[in-house]
């Protein structure tokens, strides 16, 4: 009898046990087994999204899906051409420089195994200084020290080009976000620069520790910006985004794409850009960037040629690809 028992038993637990295993299907054999994603610098957007999503497509695919810290989106495009990282996160701007070897990091070099396959969230061009030091404008920076973060990121490889242009002379130091954050606390810099998603956990918790304020670009200079480099668009960062601003901070920015390399199968870059939007609340509930995260926005896109994976998605939904976006799958 007590050997009837615990046959039953076992009987009555086995579909339990096999009831994960069986609410979703083995993946095709022709996709990997696992896939990276490139991010960015601990404390940014990046690697809060990156994370999320990582998650979302490991149980959604039932592919080990990790994301990986970088120093950002220059370097995502050097790993994803190495094959080091499959999946990637960039900005229009470094991923228009990679394509076009055109970007002083690239060497000359054309980096051209990234596809586009789903728009994330505008990243904004945000520059702070500490309270009362007297600085109220970029001009006010001539022969002073501005911290940018790490020197593959967006502001990294931005800010010496917008300087430039400017005709600011300044003093650009690299570094981790949290070593230049101390850097300005203790008056080492005197402007910290950063192109991330908002809010930028950095700096939620940077005003928490300091009296920041925001100085902004001038309509000129916005306008003077975007005339050299036609990657740039307006942006805002909405009032309240972080307590110290009171008010809404036009500016300039870029949007960001993830990109997956051109060789990983159609199937699996559709199944990761379905999930992606059909999982959409996890990513926001993740980092409220994500909220940019729409199909619509994928006309933001005019640099890379879309993963045909990613295309075929589209074209499911109703969304018109550019021709020549779409012929170099």
Same mark, same amino acid.
């Given at each position: 009898?007590?050997?009837?028992?615990?046959?039953?038993?076992?009987?009555?637990?086995?579909?339990?046990?096999?009831?994960?295993?069986?609410?979703?299907?083995?993946?095709?054999?022709?996709?990997?087994?696992?896939?990276?994603?490139?991010?960015?610098?601990?404390?940014?957007?990046?690697?809060?999204?990156?994370?999320?999503?990582?998650?979302?497509?490991?149980?959604?695919?039932?592919?080990?899906?990790?994301?990986?810290?970088?120093?950002?989106?220059?370097?995502?495009?050097?790993?994803?051409?190495?094959?080091?990282?499959?999946?990637?996160?960039?900005?229009?701007?470094?991923?228009?420089?990679?394509?076009?070897?055109?970007?002083?990091?690239?060497?000359?070099?054309?980096?051209?195994? @990234?596809? /586009?396959?789903?728009?994330?969230?505008?990243? %904004? =061009?945000?520059?702070?200084?500490? +309270?009362?030091?007297? $600085?109220? !404008?970029?001009?006010?920076?001539?022969?002073?020290?501005?911290?940018?973060?790490?020197?593959?990121?967006?502001?990294?490889?931005?800010?010496?080009?917008?300087?430039?242009?400017?005709?600011?002379?300044?003093?650009?130091?690299?570094?981790?976000?949290?070593?230049?954050?101390?850097?300005?606390?203790?008056?080492?810099?005197? @402007?910290? /620069?950063?192109?991330?998603?908002?809010?930028? %956990? =950095?700096?939620?918790?940077?005003? +928490?520790?300091?009296? $920041?304020? !925001?100085?902004?670009?001038?309509?000129?200079?916005?306008?003077?910006?975007?005339?050299?480099?036609?990657?740039?668009?307006?942006?805002?960062?909405?009032?309240?985004?972080?307590?110290?601003?009171?008010?809404?901070?036009?500016?300039?920015?870029?949007?960001?794409?993830?990109?997956?390399?051109?060789?990983?199968?159609?199937?699996?870059?559709?199944?990761?850009?379905?999930?992606?939007?059909?999982?959409?609340?996890?990513?926001?509930?993740?980092?409220?960037?994500?909220?940019?995260?729409?199909?619509?926005?994928?006309?933001?896109?005019?640099?890379?040629?879309?993963?045909?994976?990613?295309?075929?998605?589209?074209?499911?939904?109703?969304?018109?690809?550019?021709?020549?976006?779409?012929?170099?799958?």
């Amino acid at each position: 009898m007590k050997r009837l028992v615990t046959r039953r038993a076992a009987l009555v637990a086995a579909p339990l046990l096999l009831a994960p295993v069986l609410s979703r299907a083995a993946p095709p054999p022709t996709w990997p087994t696992s896939l990276v994603i490139g991010t960015a610098a601990p404390g940014g957007t990046y690697i809060v999204y990156g994370q999320a999503l990582a998650k979302i497509l490991t149980d959604t695919l039932g592919v080990a899906v990790s994301a990986q810290s970088t120093q950002g989106p220059d370097q995502n495009i050097v790993l994803m051409e190495t094959g080091t990282v499959q999946l990637g996160f960039v900005t229009m701007g470094p991923a228009l420089q990679g394509w076009n070897g055109s970007g002083e990091w690239t060497r000359g070099k054309k980096y051209r195994v @990234m596809r /586009a396959i789903f728009p994330m969230f505008d990243t %904004p =061009f945000h520059n702070v200084a500490l +309270k009362g030091s007297g $600085i109220g !404008s970029m001009k006010d920076m001539a022969g002073k020290r501005l911290g940018v973060g790490p020197k593959g990121g967006s502001a990294g490889t931005y800010y010496p080009l917008i300087l430039k242009t400017l005709n600011i002379e300044v003093a650009v130091r690299n570094g981790a976000w949290t070593e230049v954050g101390k850097q300005l606390q203790e008056k080492q810099l005197d @402007m910290l /620069a950063v192109a991330v998603g908002v809010p930028f %956990p =950095f700096l939620l918790g940077l005003e +928490k520790q300091l009296e $920041i304020e !925001s100085i902004a670009f001038t309509p000129d200079e916005i306008a003077t910006l975007r005339k050299a480099m036609p990657e740039l668009s307006p942006s805002v960062v909405p009032a309240g985004t972080y307590a110290s601003l009171k008010s809404d901070y036009p500016t300039i920015g870029m949007y960001n794409f993830a990109v997956a390399h051109k060789d990983l199968p159609d199937d699996l870059v559709y199944a990761i850009t379905k999930a992606v939007f059909d999982k959409h609340d996890l990513l926001v509930a993740a980092h409220s960037s994500a909220k940019e995260t729409l199909a619509a926005n994928v006309t933001k896109n005019s640099v890379l040629p879309f993963h045909p994976g990613a295309a075929r998605y589209y074209k499911e939904i109703g969304i018109a690809l550019p021709d020549n976006l779409t012929k170099s799958g």
